[in-house]
């Protein structure tokens, strides 16, 4: 295991005060914090050899391909795909889901059924309505229970043969719920749907491995796990993304160009038009090399005693809910107090120096769901510690005193 002062002297922000009080960052489901060594490959891109890549005849644009194509291949071994071409670089998950969806704009028709769950992101919703508006296909979506658990019963109910695609969390960001995806790819392979898992809340606690879940699409967002915002990944099982038509056309993804007709480039640059997220992509690598360093199975030990710690902590304050109590989750606590609306205790807590996330979480159905406006959200990373836990818990308290 890793000695948590040591990891947080890797970030620097960590360090910062808020309101005058020490940071207390618990808003990880919305951004994971950077260390330096991933600052470090920022700086150093910028300081020594930023330049574009791909067609570049001088040494800056070569040295530039190399580390951006390295990325490509750290990221393709972290998910263990079997094709460093299978890895789209994109601007992260909102957009790799969005190039999904647009490809199946021109292989889905009218009545065929797709089907999502009610844990969703609105990222991994509405992509797929404006499909379903575009090609007459139908939305299909399996219910929650109380625990914030999806039902898989109904999910079975849900499965026919008119089902072409189905795209469910791997983790609910809202609730924390971490989803049956291994039953879920292979129940939708039975009847000859696609399956995409969003990996989004996934990626910073766990390393899937795409081939083993033999799911079709995968995406994530490198700013969730340490990495820089605008750059993010989809995976695509090769054979899938060579029926997908390219999503955005310009420079890059073609292999030539006539007013007559353009032919296009072969994966994976037919997915990846303009100049790239060039430095977010290397740092992307940075990131991923740094959590594989600490180990995932650390993390999820240290972030699984954190989450245990704080739900415990938690529920001696009477009055509060906790959202989203399934056997299976990761270290995140959605909560309300009896009465209280959720930004008014967010509030009060940034002027603690306390950062959670209030609202909605673009999750709008799990709120419906609840009844409820929204939620406080508490997301742990492994550079949290226990003390961390003991100020947010005497935050809510002297919140609730306020408010009440
Ligand atoms: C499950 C899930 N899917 C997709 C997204 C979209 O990712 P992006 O394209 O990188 O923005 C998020 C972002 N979730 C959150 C962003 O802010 N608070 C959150 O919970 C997410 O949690």
Same mark, same amino acid.
């Given at each position: 295991?890793?000695?948590?002062?040591?990891?947080?002297?890797?970030?620097?922000?960590?360090?910062?005060?808020?309101? =005058?009080?020490?940071?207390?960052?618990?808003?990880?489901?919305?951004?994971?914090?950077?260390?330096?060594?991933?600052?470090?490959?920022?700086?150093?891109?910028?300081?020594?050899? %930023?330049?574009?890549? /791909?067609?570049?005849? /001088?040494?800056?644009?070569?040295?530039?391909?190399?580390?951006?194509?390295?990325?490509?291949?750290?990221?393709? %071994?972290?998910?263990?795909?079997? /094709?460093?071409?299978?890895?789209?670089?994109?601007?992260?998950?909102?957009?790799?889901?969005?190039?999904?969806?647009?490809?199946?704009?021109?292989?889905?028709?009218?009545?065929?059924?797709?089907?999502?769950?009610?844990?969703?992101?609105?990222?991994?919703?509405?992509?797929?309505?404006?499909?379903?508006?575009?090609?007459?296909?139908?939305?299909?979506?399996?219910?929650?229970?109380?625990?914030?658990?999806?039902?898989?019963?109904?999910?079975?109910?849900?499965?026919?043969?008119?089902?072409?695609?189905?795209?469910?969390?791997?983790?609910?960001?809202?609730?924390? #719920?971490?989803?049956?995806?291994?039953?879920?790819?292979?129940?939708?392979?039975?009847?000859?749907?696609?399956?995409?898992?969003?990996? &989004?809340?996934?990626?910073?606690?766990?390393?899937?491995?795409?081939?083993?879940?033999?799911?079709?699409?995968?995406? &994530?967002?490198?700013?969730?796990?340490?990495?820089?915002?605008?750059?993010?990944?989809?995976?695509?099982?090769?054979?899938?993304?060579?029926?997908?038509?390219?999503?955005?056309?310009?420079?890059?993804?073609?292999?030539?160009?006539?007013?007559?007709?353009? #032919?296009?480039?072969?994966?994976?640059?037919?997915?990846?038009?303009?100049?790239? %997220?060039?430095? =977010?992509?290397?740092?992307?690598?940075?990131?991923?090399?740094?959590?594989?360093?600490?180990?995932?199975? %650390?993390?999820?030990?240290?972030? /699984?005693?954190?989450?245990?710690?704080? #739900?415990?902590?938690?529920?001696?304050?009477?009055?509060?809910?906790?959202?989203?109590?399934?056997?299976?989750?990761?270290?995140?606590?959605?909560?309300?107090?009896?009465?209280?609306?959720?930004?008014?205790?967010?509030?009060?807590?940034?002027?603690?120096?306390?950062?959670?996330?209030?609202?909605?979480?673009?999750?709008?159905?799990?709120?419906?769901?609840?009844?409820?406006?929204?939620?406080?959200?508490?997301?742990?990373?492994?550079?949290? #510690?226990?003390?961390?836990?003991?100020?947010?818990?005497?935050?809510?308290?002297?919140?609730?005193?306020?408010?009440?």
């Amino acid at each position: 295991m890793f000695k948590i002062e040591d990891i947080r002297k890797d970030f620097p922000i960590l360090s910062r005060k808020v309101h =005058g009080k020490p940071l207390v960052y618990l808003d990880n489901g919305a951004t994971s914090q950077t260390p330096i060594q991933v600052i470090n490959t920022i700086v150093d891109y910028y300081s020594n050899y %930023n330049a574009n890549i /791909h067609r570049g005849v /001088h040494t800056l644009s070569q040295e530039a391909t190399d580390k951006y194509e390295t990325a490509r291949y750290k990221i393709q %071994n972290h998910f263990n795909a079997k /094709h460093a071409h299978e890895i789209i670089l994109t601007s992260g998950t909102t957009e790799s889901i969005n190039l999904v969806a647009h490809g199946f704009a021109s292989l889905l028709k009218k009545n065929d059924e797709v089907i999502v769950s009610s844990l969703e992101h609105h990222s991994n919703i509405v992509p797929w309505q404006m499909l379903c508006e575009k090609t007459g296909a139908f939305l299909k979506v399996i219910p929650m229970n109380d625990e914030g658990d999806l039902v898989m019963e109904e999910y079975d109910k849900l499965l026919s043969k008119k089902t072409k695609l189905v795209f469910v969390n791997h983790i609910s960001n809202a609730l924390g #719920t971490i989803n049956p995806i291994k039953y879920i790819i292979e129940k939708g392979h039975q009847v000859g749907a696609a399956v995409l898992i969003d990996g &989004a809340q996934a990626c910073p606690h766990i390393k899937p491995d795409v081939q083993e879940l033999d799911v079709d699409f995968y995406v &994530a967002s490198a700013h969730k796990m340490c990495g820089p915002t605008g750059v993010g990944m989809l995976y695509g099982k090769e054979s899938w993304l060579k029926k997908l038509p390219p999503y955005q056309g310009g420079g890059e993804m073609i292999a030539e160009v006539t007013f007559e007709k353009t #032919t296009y480039a072969n994966l994976p640059h037919k997915f990846e038009a303009g100049t790239p %997220n060039i430095c =977010g992509g290397i740092a992307f690598g940075t990131a991923i090399d740094y959590l594989n360093n600490i180990g995932f199975d %650390n993390i999820a030990t240290y972030e /699984h005693e954190l989450l245990e710690y704080a #739900t415990k902590k938690l529920l001696e304050i009477e009055g509060l809910k906790i959202y989203g109590t399934s056997k299976n989750k990761t270290s995140v606590i959605s909560f309300n107090l009896n009465g209280i609306h959720p930004y008014d205790v967010g509030t009060i807590l940034d002027k603690l120096g306390i950062a959670v996330r209030t609202g909605h979480h673009c999750a709008q159905p799990i709120m419906a769901y609840y009844k409820i406006p929204g939620t406080v959200r508490a997301s742990f990373a492994f550079y949290n #510690t226990k003390e961390e836990i003991d100020v947010l818990v005497e935050g809510v308290k002297k919140a609730k005193m306020m408010l009440s």
